[in-house]
């Protein structure tokens, strides 16, 4: 694995006991009934979405970091594509999470447009390792 993947790969683990402090929140606020979650669905689903999204993108980011480095893109479109796929992860479970921070927010803000713009990263970063394998 190049030096760069590494770096980037320690990142992403740097980012998993986040994903696990995300699960035992929101465990918490099923045990204790907190206002704000259970009687309230869009925060209810925004937040499990981010939690999940956070917990698989860290995994598939991880997996496609070895891959990348057997392609023969250029070093350049390799930080692209390293940039792009290791995004998403990142953009998605904050768009779900922050555009419903407020345990009486019943529709989300405008911060929810980070979950397309992680799409759309994962999406580009994704073909871009897919054309750079084949």
Avoid: C
Wanted: no cysteine; aromatic share 6%.
């Amino acid at each position: 694995m190049s030096p760069s993947s590494l770096s980037t790969a320690g990142v992403l683990l740097i980012t998993v006991p986040a994903v696990a402090f995300g699960g035992v929140s929101l465990l918490a606020h099923i045990l204790r009934d907190l206002p704000g979650y259970l009687d309230n669905p869009v925060r209810r689903s925004l937040w499990r979405a981010g939690h999940a999204h956070a917990g698989v993108l860290v995994l598939f980011a991880l997996v496609a970091l070895l891959y990348l480095d057997q392609t023969d893109l250029s070093e350049g479109m390799k930080g692209l594509t390293r940039v792009l796929i290791t995004a998403a992860p990142i953009a998605m479970p904050l768009g779900f999470f922050l555009s419903v921070v407020r345990p009486s927010d019943t529709r989300p803000s405008k911060l929810i447009w980070l979950v397309p713009a992680g799409g759309a990263s994962l999406a580009a970063g994704t073909l871009l390792l897919g054309i750079g394998l084949v």
